[in-house]
C-alpha cells in the first residue's frame, strides 16, 4: 500500500471517531471553563515588575581590580568610569546621584586613579557631575577629594582644583574653603602649563574677603620670589597691587 492511501486511510479513521462539541458531558465542559476562568483571574491579580533599587557596592581592592584589566589598567579605569557613571540609571528607575552613598562614589573613583594615574575622567566627575548635586555635604566631600588628589599631581590635575575653588565662593558660598584651595594652587601648581589666573586665585579670594594686607603681602613674596616670570602675570599682580594699596589708604 502506498504512503498516500495510507495516509488517506487513517485521516478516515479519526474522521470517524471525530464527535460534536455537544457531546462532551456537561461536568468536563465546566472544568475547563472554571480553569480557563482561574488562569484569568490568577494573571490579573499578580503585581506588575517592579523596579528595584540597588545599592552602590563597595569598590574592590586595587589587586582585583588591576587583575580583572587582564592586564590594560588603562582600560579598566575607563571601563570602571563608564560603569560608575551609568549605575544611577538601573533598570525602570532612575537613581538621583544625591541618594548614593558617597563614600562609595569616592572609592570607586580613587580606585579609577589608582589603575590609571594619567586619567583626568574621574577628578572630572567629581568636580563636575557628582559635586553638581545641590546638598551641600556632598559638594564638599567631592571638592575634598579633589584636593587630595589635586596634590599627588598638582602640574596636571589643577584644573579640577580651580573648579572647586569657584563653586566653593559661588555655590556654597564659603570664601576661606575658597581661600583654602587657591592657596593649594599658589603653593602647589608651578608647572609651566599651569595658567596665572589659576596660580594667583588666592589674590582674588583674598581681595574679595577683605583681607587687603593678606593680599599683599601674598603677591610681594610672589614677586620676589622670582617664581612668576611671565610679564603678563607680573603685570596683573602688580595691578593688583596697586589696587590694594589704593583701597588700603581710603579706609
Known amino acids: ?5 495510507r495516509l488517506t486511510g487513517w485521516r478516515a479513521r479519526w474522521a470517524g471517531r471525530e464527535r460534536p462539541v455537544a457531546h462532551v458531558p456537561g461536568p468536563v465542559v465546566l472544568a475547563l471553563v472554571l480553569a480557563l476562568a482561574g488562569q484569568i483571574v490568577w494573571h490579573a491579580a499578580r503585581p506588575g515588575p517592579s523596579a528595584r533599587v540597588v545599592a552602590l557596592p563597595p569598590a574592590p581592592p586595587h589587586g582585583v581590580a588591576a587583575l580583572g584589566s587582564l592586564g590594560d589598567p588603562v ?4 571601563l570602571l568610569m563608564l560603569w560608575l557613571q551609568a549605575f544611577d540609571n538601573q533598570p525602570g528607575v532612575s537613581v538621583p546621584l544625591a541618594s548614593l552613598d558617597y563614600q562609595r562614589v569616592r572609592e570607586w573613583l580613587d580606585l579609577a586613579l589608582r589603575l590609571d594615574p594619567r586619567i583626568q575622567y574621574p577628578l572630572l566627575a567629581a568636580a563636575r557631575v557628582y559635586g553638581s548635586v545641590a546638598d551641600p555635604e556632598r559638594k564638599r566631600a567631592m571638592f ?6 589635586f596634590l599627588d599631581d598638582p602640574d596636571r590635575r589643577w584644573p579640577w582644583l580651580a573648579h572647586a575653588v569657584i563653586a566653593a565662593k559661588h555655590q556654597l558660598h564659603d570664601l576661606p ?3 583654602r584651595y587657591a592657596r593649594d594652587l599658589t603653593e602647589h601648581a608651578r608647572g609651566p602649563g599651569v595658567p596665572a589666573w589659576a596660580r594667583d586665585m588666592s589674590v582674588i579670594v583674598l581681595q574679595e574677603m577683605g583681607e587687603l594686607e593678606a593680599a599683599r603681602i601674598l603677591i610681594g613674596g610672589l614677586l620676589e620670589s622670582g617664581r612668576v ?14 589696587e590694594i594699596e589704593q583701597a588700603e589708604r581710603a579706609r
Open 1 to 5: 500500500m502506498s504512503a498516500t492511501r
Open 75 to 78: 582600560l579598566g579605569a575607563k
Open 144 to 149: 575634598e577629594f579633589v584636593r587630595e588628589r
Open 177 to 179: 574653603l575658597a581661600l
Open 229 to 242: 616670570s611671565d610679564p603678563h602675570e607680573v603685570r596683573f599682580l602688580v595691578g593688583r597691587l596697586a
